[in-house]
Structures are given as C-alpha cells and as structure tokens.
C-alpha cells in the first residue's frame, strides 16, 4: 500500500469523524441543526487541510482531477443545501480512492517486484495487493458510505420503496426529517448520481463488499425505482424540472444495471432484500389501526409496481438454477433449529409448491423446481441438512396432497426411480450394474424421509410405495443376510406400509411378499442385489446355474428366507392389528377348504378344448394343491415365529380365530361316520379351542360388545353339540352355547368346561382342587423348567385324561391335580409308595414314568427319608444309571438327584464323582463310547455341588481343585473348558483359602490363556479370572497380591492378541472387575464413623 491510501483515508476520516463537544439537545430541533452545523464543520475543516497541509497534496491534485470530471456530470459545486454538499464531497473523496486503487491494483498485476520474487522463500506469504484495507481503514470507510446511503439515497426513494431511515433507528428519523428528498425539485437526479456512483466504486472487490454487505437493500430500492416507477405526466410543468427528470436511456441503464446487479451478488442475499422490498400487508386506515400493531410493523406496504416487480423477479430467481436452495438459503440462513424455523420450513414449503403468476405455465414451473426440491435432501451438514429435509418433506407432501398429478410425475417418479428400475432391469449390459450402489443408498434415504420422518400418509404416497413394496422387500431380506446401513430405513419404510395402509390394501401385499400371489413388480428375474463397496447393495446380473437341483435348492432357500424375513417384520407391530388380521384371513382360507375339492373331475371332453384348455384344466388341480400347500407352509411360520400376543391381540381377533377353528371342525359333519371323523387330534384341537373359549367366558366384567362378538360361534357351536361324534365335545358345546347366549346369566355347575362366573372366581378354584400357581414355591434352577406337569402323570386316570377341559385350565395359569407347574420336585404331591416301587418305575422304558420317579427320589433324599438314607447307595448306583440316558427329561433329573446326595453326604459321594469324572463311567453296563458325554455330565453334578457347598469348601473343596486342575489337561477340549468353569465356580467361594493355591492357578490359566489353541477353552480360562475377581471382591489385593500382575498381563495380552471375540469380551469384562477393585483399595469410600477410645 502506497502512502497516497493512508492520505485519501485521513481525508475521509476528517470529513465524517463526529464534532468534540455537541450541541444542546433539549428539542427535536436542536438535533437537526446540531447535524447541520457537524456537516458544515467538517466539510470546512477538510477543505482547509486540503490547501494547507502539504501531506495533502496529491490527494488534492487527485480529487481535482475527479472534480472536473464530474463537474459535466453531476457535481455541481457549492449548493445551499448543506446535506447534498457534503454528500458531494463524500462522493468525490470515495472516487478518488477508487481511481487511485484501481491504478495501483493494475500496476501490481502488471509489474512484478523482482527483488522480492528473488528473495521469496517457500515459507514466505505472497505480498498484500494495494487494495487491501485494514480493519480501522474499513470503518472509516463503511462511515463515508453510511453518510452517503442515508444523506444522499434514501431521502429520495418513494414512499413505501424500501426501508425508511425513521424505521432504522432514532438517528435516521432526525436525518429523514432533516432532509426531506421527496420535496426536492432534483431528487431523482441526485438518486441517480449516488446510485452510479456506489455503483461505479462497487467494481473493485474490495470496496464492493462494503457496500454490498450494508446497503445492497438500499441500492435494490434505488434502482428499482429509477428503472421501473410509473411516470406522472403532471410532473414536468417548468422547464427546470424537465431538465431534472430522467431520460428513457438513463432508465433503461438503471433497469440493465439491476438486472447485472441480480445475476452477480450472492443469490440468497438478493432474495432476502427482495422480499423485504416488497413490503408488509397493506396497513390499515390511521383510525382502525392501534398502536401495538403499528409498533409490530417493520415493514411499510410497498406500492402496487414494486410489488410486481420483486413478484416478477423472486419468481426469476427462483426457476433460475439453484434457485430453491438459493430461496431456502435467504429465509432459513442464521437458524437455531427451533420451533420458529419449523414454522418457516413449512412457509417456505408452501412458497415452492405455489406457481407463481409470472409463470409461463404450471407444467414448466414444476418441471423447474421439482428436482430442486428433491436435491435439498442431499445436504451433508447437520443443521442445514435438518432445515432443508424439512423444507423438502414438507413441499413433497404438500405437493402430493394439492397437486398429485404433478407430484406423481416430477416428484414421487424421480424419487422412486432407482427402485422401478430394478424391476424393469434388461440385460443388456452384464458386466454393468443395472443400478449403482449410490442410487440405491440415496433413493432410499429419501424415501425414508418423505415417507417415515414425513409421516403424512395419504392414498397418493401409499400407492406409489405399493407399487415398488415387492423390489423394497427384496432389498430388506438382502440386508438381512449381510451387515448394511440400508437395513434400517428399508426396515422403517416398510414397517411405515404394513402399519399405515388399509387393510384391504396391506392383506393382498401380506400375500405377495410372502408368495402366495403372482409376482408383481418384482425384481428382474436374471437380476439380484449384490452387496456394494460401501456397505449398501447394487442390482447386477444373476449368474445362471449349471444344474438344476441348484437352481431348485435356491429358489425354495430364498423363499424360506423370505418367509422369515416377513414374520421378522410382522414381530415389530406389537400395536397393530395387521398380523392378526392376515394370520385370520389365511384360517379362513383354509376353512373354506373341503375335501370334495381333491374328488377326480368328470372326464373331459377333449374334442370341444384346444390344447391350451386342455393344459389349464389338467394342471388346475395341481396348482390348487400348491397354493394351499403353501398358504400351510406361511401359516406354520408365523405360529412358529410370532408370539400369540402378536397374532391374536384383542378379543375380536381371538373369535374370529375360535369361529375358522369351529368352521373347520363342522366341515363334514353331515356325511356320514368315517374314520377322518375320530382323528384324536383334531378332536384335542378342538376340545383346546373350547378351553379357549371357557377361558375368554370366565374374563372380569365381559361388556355386551364382547358377548355380542361372541355370539357369531353359537351356529358352529350348535352344530357340534348337534352332531359331532364325540359325546363329550357334544356336552362342552352345548354348555358353551347356552353361557353364551344367556350373556352368563346361566353357568353350568356340572361341567369344569365352563369358567366360573368372574365376580368370585376363588371358590371354584378351591371346589377343582387345582392348587394356583400363585401358592407354589418356584425354584430358581433353570434346567428344572424343562419338566411337564403332564407328562409326570403316567396315571391314566389323571384329570387330564379323564376330562379334555382340564388341559386348557393348565394353559390358563393351573395346574393339574398330582403335578406341580415348571418348578422342581419340592412341589411334587408324592403318592403313598414303598421306596421299592419308586426305585422299579426309574428303570421303566416310559421316559414321563422314570423321570417322574427320579423327581420322587430325589425329593426324597432332600427330606432325608429313612428308606432313601438306608438305600442311599442302590439311589446312587440308579441315578449314575440314568445319567447315561439320552433324553434330557431323563438325565437332567439324575443330575438333581445326584446333585442332592452330594449335598447330603459330600465326602462320600464327591469321592466316587471325582473317579467318574476321571475315567469316566465305572459301571458294568456303562457305554464306554459315550465316556465324554457321562464325564461333562458328571461335571455339571460337581459344579452344582460347588455352588451347594457354601462355607464347606474350603474343607470339601481340595479333592475338587486337584481334579479340576488335572482336567485342564485333558485331551479333549470340552473336558478342559468343563475342569475351567468348574474351577471357577469352586474358587469363587474360597475366599481367603486360596492363598496357598494363587501360584499353581496363576500359571495355569495364564499358560492356557497364551498357548491353548481351542477358543473355548481359553474363554474358560479368561472366565474363570473373572468369576475369581468377583468372588474375592475387596480381599483381591491381599488373597491374589503376588500373582495379581501376572494375571492383569495375561488379560491384556488376550485383549490385544486373542483372534476370537467373545475371549476378548471376557478379558475386557476382568479387566473392569480389576478396575473397580483398585479403584476402591486406591480410593476407598470416605466413611464418618465416630470412634470411641478408653484411655487406660
């Protein structure tokens, strides 16, 4: 920067720099002359600096030269009105700098330095252009423009054209008053003048941004009304004033010079200041209008032509390329996220789907704006992607509800695109792909947007998701066999379907995706999706099979692939209606099956049918056979994979479920008696549908509504009662019938079928003699849970075989008489029997009989019977018997059984368990091929004798330790991993006791740990430091003091080395447990205790 810049800039500082002491301020006219008299005092003082100051100089010759130049143009000397002149000379010091810069800015593009190009190092910066001003050199200027902007500009606007200077502040009150440009007879000269100018210093960028960034509003406002403003004919009476008017020519530059000034400024600010020329609502009357929304009111009302005008040219701004963002831009820039900016998301919403006036035609205004609305949810950064998501969900569903043939067409086929394209895939370009991975991933980002965020269903947006729901089903059970981030929304989108269509809409598209309607709008059939390189899919070409059985074998894998897809997704509508409604709809499908369906056909008269006939009729029946085969094949799925409370939630559906059931059951029963008649398991079916029935009977304060929905099963039910070939099924249906149709006003007391009345359900629970789950002790051992309560009963005279109503009480949260629920043997009713009958019935070939008479004997050495002590060792050689069963209802109980004896007599039994564990079985009739299976058997027994041991292991425990020790050994690695987890358990309860044995388990579980190859082994290892962490707690530190680091190092080793993952969590599990324990001896908990000490 030359010194001639400093010099224009002190001149400058001099003329707009405030007076030191100001004038009286006791009334609003005060002000003004106070203002007067600041302009004409230092537009004196700078015109005396000028002629006597020699630093002054050259700026003096400049502004000269700037003087005569303008003095043909606009400059007109001294004037008497003492705000235009200071304007004037303001004018002349800012073209002065302009020109001196713009010569200067040439000479250094044009002329190198060469010695400095020569000593530039690479570390150097480039040298400053002479047009660049520091930050106090930018403030004196912004105030020169400021005084030129609001003295020289803005008093001459028209009413309503802009932003007045009394709505700024109180300042620009006094200086509109002050001035009073309207009355002016040169005023649309003088806005002329300054408008060129500021726009003349504007070409250099650096002054351009002052005046851009402060008063691009103002100069807008300017050149709006120099070009457009309508002309009075009234105006120009003298001949003076027609000199002062503005000529065609003059016009037509200023409307070329605001539309250059459009095209080159930063679009969203060009929107922002339009919008606010355009004014406010049209205020009203000075008598209507009260003062509180007088003071709400920024924004005059602009005049009629501005009006159009900035109309006209928002609406060129907004077709313009990127003009969405650029609007989107201006009204939602400097947002918060807050519930303001939703409100103008929605308003900007509203804004692009209205077609504005100036439009051509709808049909290319939409055509425009349509794929810039789309690309508004493209956006990266987090809180513009929000606003502009918002503003671009909103427009789609405010398009799709007001215009949806436009929508359809510009909007939902674009979005949707990718996904019709798989379905319309041709394989033309095979080693191509059909759709690329990043279309895939956008097109389903944004219909997760629009569809799900935007969540405003309507029948336009459910019909365009239907039609590509089959290809987006596709994609989700892709993403299911692979790990990608297009699961979710595919998940999400739809789930947002499946919950939000009609049900006459979502059954049949239930009934495609899982193959039981003709594909539609599937995927290409020589197409499939292929997962991508970032973790999304692509659709590609399907390489074809060689053979046929491969072919086949994926085809039915894919379908039950489907299948469980599908079942996945009806899982998550806990609050929906929809798979209970499906499940419904294919029992009724199969209701209406009969089996005169599958009767041969009459033979056919091949003469009158062509070919084609003749094919369709022979392979009807087949095809009939296979639709049902697979409605079968989806109705055992979803009973295998959904719960009852997803398939049957409200009471209607169960009905409708109980009327398919009793529909079924009539089918037939007018023929006459045959074998299919007597099926017993249809007639269990059907005895357990009644129970149902009893159980929905016997609810609390059953409203009319449901006795009403009920009643739908009486002519099914009358029909059984009727005609059905079992005399008992006859009695329930009939007992059932009349509770029903009496609404429960009649309750037989002599069939148990029929719950009893719910207002005191008690007695009849105690009248049944059917103990309530709520009175049984429940035992907390997890694998007791297997046992059946019917299944214990080998009495064929039990309550379940002597009425069919009693198994359906069961299921409603009874048991039956003799049995207990799923707890262990303490709940057993133990029938009176010599122990020698129980000890003949262990060994019976029906696995219910032998393992209920292991539950008895087990109970039986828990009560410490005198016969079961006395034969404690014939109990023993029984229950190392039925260990080496194959049914786990059979070996399960010995391990309960031997688990007790070794409670009750350790030293003994433990010692005989121990050898077994060794060598495996030592009984004459023991299979040594099943040797491992009886060991890791015999294993779970000493581990539950472990846990069992309490404060005795430490005297018990050695014997254990010393095998278990051995068994880390073994040559098979699930005797290893079992010796582990059973060391676990047994050291846990050691506490201090293991002091003497911390080297010899350190260097076990470190040396497995590093060296064993198995992964389940080293896991035990790992666990079993854990398990010892645990057990010790805050004696860590004193018990495992000398081998604590050893183990820490052998944690971390497997953290970092270890391949296998779940070895990993273990360790880092021990390693927090060793976290915790130092915390605690580091930092122990800070107590307030009080101690009382007795002085000797």
């Known amino acids: 920067m030359t010194r001639m810049t400093p010099a224009i800039l002190s001149a400058i500082h001099i003329l707009t720099k405030p007076l030191g002491e100001a004038s009286s301020h006791d009334a609003q006219s005060s002000h003004q002359e106070a203002l007067l008299a600041a302009l004409r005092a230092n537009r004196a003082l700078l015109r005396e600096r000028l002629q006597s100051e020699s630093g002054f100089e050259e700026v003096r010759r400049l502004r000269e030269e700037v003087m005569a130049a303008a003095a043909a143009d606009w400059f007109g000397g001294d004037t008497e009105d003492s705000a235009w002149g200071f304007v004037q000379e303001c004018l002349l010091l800012l073209l002065t700098l302009a020109r001196h810069l713009s010569a200067e800015l040439k000479l250094f593009q044009q002329t190198p330095t060469p010695s400095a190009a020569r000593q530039r190092t690479p570390e150097m910066a480039p040298p400053l252009p002479p047009d660049v001003l520091s930050v106090a050199q930018q403030q004196t200027l912004g105030a020169a423009l400021q005084f030129v902007v609001s003295l020289g500009l803005c008093p001459y606007l028209a009413v309503g054209v802009g932003v007045s200077l009394g709505r700024r502040s109180a300042f620009g009150a006094i200086v509109d008053t002050l001035v009073g440009g309207g009355a002016a007879p040169a005023a649309g000269r003088r806005l002329l003048t300054t408008t060129n100018i500021l726009l003349q210093l504007a070409e250099l960028s650096c002054l351009a941004t002052l005046v851009f960034t402060r008063h691009l509003g103002d100069v807008l406002a300017a050149l709006c009304q120099l070009g457009y403003q309508p002309r009075r004919a009234e105006r120009s009476g003298t001949e003076e004033g027609k000199m002062q008017e503005l000529s065609a020519e003059e016009c037509q530059t200023c409307k070329e010079a605001l539309k250059s000034l459009l095209g080159k400024v930063y679009q969203p600010m060009i929107i922002k200041e339009l919008l606010i020329l355009q004014g406010g609502p049209k205020q009203s009357g000075a008598g209507g209008s009260s003062r509180g929304s007088s003071s709400r009111a920024v924004l005059g009302s602009a005049p009629a032509w501005l009006k159009r005008l900035c109309g006209q040219l928002l609406s060129e701004r907004l077709m313009q390329p990127n003009g969405v963002q650029a609007v989107v831009r201006a009204i939602l820039e400097g947002g918060t996220g807050g519930d303001s900016d939703w409100r103008k998301c929605d308003c ?17 205004y939409y055509r425009q704006v349509c794929h810039q609305i789309l690309d508004l949810l493209h956006f990266k950064d987090k809180l513009t992607a929000q606003q502009h998501q918002r503003v671009a969900t909103r427009a789609v569903l405010f398009m799709v509800q007001e215009k949806p043939g436009f929508a359809q067409q510009y909007l939902l086929a674009p979005l949707l695109g990718p996904l019709r394209r798989c379905a319309a895939a041709s394989n033309e370009g095979p080693f191509q792909a059909a759709v690329e991975e990043w279309e895939l991933t956008r097109c389903m980002n944004d219909v997760y947007k629009i569809w799900v965020v935007g969540n405003s269903p309507s029948a336009s947006l459910l019909e365009a998701l239907e039609e590509v729901l089959p290809v987006l089903f596709t994609l989700f059970c892709f993403t299911k066999q692979n790990v990608s981030h297009l699961r979710a929304p595919c998940q999400e989108v739809l789930l947002w379907y499946l919950s939000h269509a009609e049900a006459s809409a979502a059954l049949p598209a239930l009934r495609q995706l899982s193959g039981l309607r003709g594909q539609k709008n599937e995927v290409a059939a020589d197409f499939h999706f292929a997962p991508g390189s970032d973790g999304g899919a692509r659709l590609s070409s399907r390489e074809r099979f060689s053979e046929e059985d491969d072919a086949l074998y994926e085809k039915l894998s894919g379908e039950q692939w489907r299948l469980e897809c599908l079942m996945q997704l009806l899982s998550e509508l806990k609050d929906c209606d929809l798979p209970g409604d499906f499940f419904l709809d294919l029992l009724q499908e199969m209701a209406s099956w009969s ?28 095809a009939r056979r296979g639709q049902r085969l697979a409605s079968l094949q989806v109705l055992a799925v979803m009973v295998d994979c959904l719960q009852h409370t997803v398939l049957l939630r409200k009471p209607s559906q169960v009905v409708d479920f109980l009327m398919s059931l009793l529909q079924r059951a009539c089918v037939g029963l007018d023929q006459a008696p045959g074998p299919n008649l007597g099926n017993p398991v249809e007639s269990e079916t059907l005895r357990m549908g009644m129970a149902v029935v009893a159980t929905l009977l016997s609810g609390p304060e059953l409203s009319i509504e449901d006795y009403s929905s009920m009643s739908r099963l009486l002519p099914p039910l009358e029909s059984l009662s009727q005609k059905h070939s079992d005399v008992v099924i006859q009695e329930l249906a009939s007992d059932l019938r009349a509770v029903i149709a009496t609404h429960g006003a009649y309750r037989p007391e002599t069939s148990t079928a029929v719950a009893p009345p719910s207002r005191n359900p008690k007695p009849t629970v105690k009248n049944n003699s059917v103990p309530s789950r709520k009175n049984q002790n429940m035992q907390t051992d997890a694998d007791d849970s297997q046992t059946s309560p019917q299944s214990a009963l080998p009495d064929g005279n039990s309550p379940s075989n002597r009425h069919p109503a009693s198994f359906g009480r069961s299921t409603a949260g009874e048991s039956p008489k003799g049995g207990g629920g799923a707890s262990g043997t303490s709940n057993l009713h133990i029938p009176t029997k010599p122990l020698s009958d129980w000890l003949l019935e262990a060994c019976d070939p ?3 009989t032998r393992a209920f008479a292991l539950r008895v004997l087990t109970q039986m050495v828990q009560k410490e019977n005198p016969e079961a002590v006395q034969a404690q ?104 991993a079992s ?86 969590l273990h360790a880092q599990l021990a390693l927090e447990e060793i976290d915790d324990v130092m915390r605690r001896f580091i930092f122990p908990e800070q107590k307030l205790e009080k101690k009382i000490v007795v002085l000797p």
Not at 358 to 363: C, F, I, T
Not at 603 to 616: A, C, F, K, N, P
Request: net charge negative; glycine share 6%.
């Open 979 to 1064: 010796s582990l987890s059973n060391l676990g358990e047994l050291c846990q309860r050691l506490d201090y006791n293991l002091g003497t044995l911390a080297q010899e388990l350190s260097s076990c579980l470190t040396a497995l740990i590093k060296t064993e190859k198995e992964a389940e082994v080293r896991r035990a290892a790992v666990h079993v430091i854990t398990l010892l962490l645990r057990g010790l707690g805050d004696k860590t530190t004193q018990v495992l003091g000398d081998v604590l680091l050893d183990l820490y190092r052998a944690l971390k080793w497997a953290v970092r080395s270890d391949p296998d993952d779940v070895a990993v």
């Open 348 to 364: 900007v919403a509203r804004i692009l789907v209205t077609c504005p006036q100036q439009s051509a035609s709808a049909d290319t």
């Open 846 to 848: 029906d696995v219910p």
């Open 595 to 622: 089996d005169g369906d599958e009767e041969d056909e009459p033979e056919l008269d091949l003469s009158t049918m062509t070919l084609v006939e003749v094919e369709q009729r022979l392979l009807a029946p087949s």
């Open 873 to 976: 060792e014939k109990v023993l050689m029984l229950f190392l018997e039925n260990l080496e069963h194959e049914d786990s209802f059979v070996y399960l109980s010995a391990i309960q059984g031997l688990s007790a004896l070794a409670d009750s007599y350790p030293e003994r039994i433990l010692e005989r368990l121990l050898k077994d564990f060794q060598r495996g079985p030592s009984l004459p009739t023991s299979n040594q091929e099943h040797s491992l299976e009886f060991r890791l058997k015999v294993g779970e027994v000493l581990m539950r004798a472990s846990r069992a041991m309490g404060e005795l292991a430490a005297h018990l425990g050695r014997p254990l330790i010393a095998v278990f020790l051995q068994g880390t050994r073994d040559p098979d690695q699930s005797v290893r």
